[in-house]
């Protein structure tokens, strides 16, 4: 069964740099025919989509982030990351990485922006 | 980019109530449309794909319809863990957007 963790900091200073990983296990990474997904959840709020990627390196961003943002896939280490520029409160959030295809999600972390 | 609105934001049911929720797109989405249930502090939970195929392992009273911009899930018969938030988000274009959220609660 396919399984997805996030790894990375949950406390990140405004102005700096978010970064999360993604690793996958139990699947491939490498399939051609779906995309891995990072989605947030601002607290007591909806899920937002941030970004997609694909195996051949195709990338869509989010509109408001695109300028912030960059997702990059490593198949040989089987995982993929999430950088996020620039942050600010308002990126305080529960950050999930997914394969929505098939329904494969994280478990979620929890990142604050905070000084 | 594609609007996606629910109704209601909320409701309250019982046990064993028939339970229908419906989103709607901004424009026509054909049948990528997906069913999420989220419970408090845990992930999200597909419920259906392509707007009416189940998800394994799903219960069977959990179901979707429609097509282009109307779309409905039902659960049948509601049962006790059933209580939580269920959004529809839709992948036909980029940015893939969700809606809001219906929370279903215990009357």
């Known amino acids: 069964q396919m399984q997805l963790r996030e790894s990375g900091p949950g406390l990140v200073k405004p102005s700096e740099t978010l970064s999360l990983t993604c690793f996958v296990s139990?699947?491939?990474?490498?399939?051609?025919?779906?995309?891995w997904g990072w989605f947030r959840q601002p607290p007591g709020k909806g899920l937002e989509w941030i970004g997609s990627?694909?195996?051949?390196?195709?990338?869509y961003y989010d509109r408001p982030l695109k300028s912030r943002v960059t997702i990059f896939l490593d198949t040989s280490k089987k995982n993929f990351s999430l950088k996020l520029r620039s942050v600010t409160a308002a990126d305080t959030a529960v950050y999930y990485c997914?394969?929505?295809?098939?329904?494969?999600w994280g478990q979620g972390t929890l990142v604050t922006v905070s000084s | 980019a594609i609007q996606m609105t629910q109704s209601p934001p909320s409701l309250s049911a019982s046990v064993g109530d028939r339970v229908t929720i419906t989103c709607r797109a901004s424009?026509?989405?054909?049948?990528?449309l997906d069913w999420y249930q989220q419970k408090p502090g845990r992930a999200p939970k597909l419920l259906i794909y392509?707007?009416?195929s189940l998800q394994s392992g799903v219960p069977s009273r959990f179901s979707g319809s429609g097509f282009g911009t109307d779309f409905t899930l039902t659960i049948s018969s509601l049962q006790p863990e059933d209580f939580a938030t269920y959004f529809c988000?839709?992948?036909?274009?980029?940015?893939?957007?969700f809606g809001p959220g219906t929370k279903v609660d215990i009357k």
């Open positions: 424009q026509g989405i054909s049948n990528n």
């Open positions: 988000v839709q992948d036909f274009d980029y940015p893939i957007t």
């Open positions: 392509g707007a009416s």
């Open positions: 990627i694909y195996y051949d390196g195709r990338t």
């Open positions: 139990g699947g491939s990474i490498s399939r051609s025919d779906y995309y």
């Open positions: 997914a394969r929505p295809f098939g329904g494969f």
